[in-house]
């Protein structure tokens, strides 16, 4: 089992900036792909961007030079840095962590929340 715990979420104005985090344990952080998701009302939930164990990233096209996601595996921790926020940014934002072998060992954060608002 793996548990994991965001933070940083909150009020923001539009073009402002938020860095979420999130903390891992349970399980060894390094054998997991770990990834943020985003969940507005009404709206799919979405991948936002994923780092892989060596640093890899990949982002969602809407984010792309605007957020950045790194990863420290000494403190089981994976970030999130928002710049440039948007009010379409609005979201309950979710960490994901996959197991890089056993695919189907999958875990969720309960989520931090977003609003980008003036």
């Known amino acids: 089992q793996v548990q994991l715990v965001e933070s940083g979420g909150g009020l923001v104005q539009p073009g402002g900036s938020l860095r979420l985090s999130c903390a891992a344990s349970?399980?060894?952080?390094?054998?997991?792909?770990m990834g943020w998701y985003r969940q507005a009302p009404g709206k799919e939930r979405e991948l936002v961007a994923v780092i892989r164990s060596g640093g890899s990233t990949n982002y969602t096209d809407s984010v792309k030079g605007r957020f950045t996601i790194s990863r420290d595996n000494a403190k089981s921790t994976v970030y999130l840095q928002m710049n440039s926020l948007k009010p379409e940014d609005a979201a309950v934002y979710y960490c994901n962590a996959r197991h890089v072998v056993q695919r189907e060992k999958m875990y969720w954060g309960k989520g931090t929340l977003v609003t980008v608002s003036s």
């Open positions: 349970g399980s060894i952080f390094g054998l997991y792909v």
